[in-house]
């Protein structure tokens, strides 16, 4: 089987791409800093974007996308291996999948990306380096293929620091689903249509987020970068001798990956219904909420822990009738 097609000789190499820097300076350089996530539009241009596409849909035409797998412990401490039910992926660290894709290999080898983020935001600390980035390509099939409610760095040893998602969609109409629907920290959902050449920048170790139930196809691809400093000591533990009511610990935590520690009790109804969303009746369902329950009477068991999060609920309550949003 034979490799897709470069966008042309007379197309710019991500390597020397000033445009990655252009593109992440001004306003989504702020948002980025102010709220832990940036949407940028035509952020690649026609000629890459289109080169992307065109490689995911080869390897959708000859079947190379995998099924989702995800892993994670039941009720009683058991690994369990689940598939999300029509996703599929494939990821840039196999070396035969680069060579099918030259496209998507500059990418993955080029560090234009990690200057970009690091001159254009102040103390991301990214990692350059392949051992660093991680690249997966998604199909989401429809059928109401989508994610539940979570942190692409749910803490240590993770060291995930931003992530990059970039759509591939130009038909995408209202109705189609496979929105990615950010929740920052007691704050209004965002929502964001996956539509083509729109790029979604975030924190991963800051912004909880989940993929709305989608009813057509969608392509897009998502970049993991490493922080060289991400979950040290202070990212997981919250002082509350710092703050002296739940304005100044709330505003804290907004950019703080020590929101990681509240969240799902917090959130608890949400993420249930997320992963009812997601999971339907396929396998792993019951299993996956289950222990979502587990942990929630684990923190309902640690007393100053449970009178936090009912407080923080709470005070959530409030802000959603005050400014009328639900999570």
Not at 31 to 55: C, M, N, P
Not at 183 to 203: E, H, Q, Y
Not at 205 to 214: C, G, I, T
């Amino acid at each position: 089987m034979g490799a897709c097609t470069h966008p042309g000789d007379g197309g710019a190499s991500l390597s020397t791409w000033a445009r990655v820097g252009q593109s992440l300076a001004g306003a989504p350089a702020q948002s980025l800093r102010e709220h832990g996530y940036a949407v940028i539009d035509g952020f690649w241009g026609e000629q890459w974007s289109e080169g992307y596409r065109r490689e995911m849909r080869h390897l959708l035409d000859h079947n190379l996308m995998l099924p989702n797998k995800t892993q994670f412990l039941d009720a009683r401490g058991q690994p369990i291996q689940c598939t999300k039910p029509n996703i599929f992926e494939l990821d840039l660290h196999n070396e035969e999948v680069r060579r099918l894709l030259p496209v998507f290999g500059e990418l993955f080898g080029s560090s234009a990306l990690v200057e970009g983020l690091n001159d254009a935001v102040d103390g991301l600390a990214l990692v350059p380096g392949t051992d660093a980035t991680t690249v997966k390509l998604q199909y989401n099939a429809g059928g109401g293929g989508c994610f539940p409610l979570h942190y692409d760095n749910p803490g240590p040893p993770n060291k995930r620091r931003v992530t990059m998602l970039t759509y591939l969609n130009p038909g995408w109409e209202e109705g189609d689903g496979g929105e990615l629907q950010l929740v920052p920290w007691m704050s209004k959902p965002v929502t964001v249509a996956p539509k083509m050449d729109r790029v979604v920048i975030f924190l991963s170790d800051v912004v909880l987020h989940r993929v709305l139930p989608a009813s057509k196809g969608r392509l897009c691809f998502t970049v993991w970068i490493d922080g060289a400093g991400t979950n040290a000591p202070e990212d997981n533990a919250i002082d509350m001798r710092k703050f002296p009511d739940l304005d100044t610990l709330a505003v804290h935590l907004a950019l703080s990956p020590a929101q990681r520690l509240l969240a799902r009790g917090v959130y608890r109804e949400a993420f249930a219904r997320s992963l009812r969303d997601c999971m339907g009746d396929a396998p792993g369902s019951a299993e996956m909420l289950e222990s979502h329950d587990k942990y929630i009477l684990a923190m309902r068991a640690n007393r100053g822990l449970s009178a936090l999060v009912e407080r923080l609920r709470a005070y959530h309550d409030v802000l959603q009738t005050m400014n009328g949003f639900t999570v």
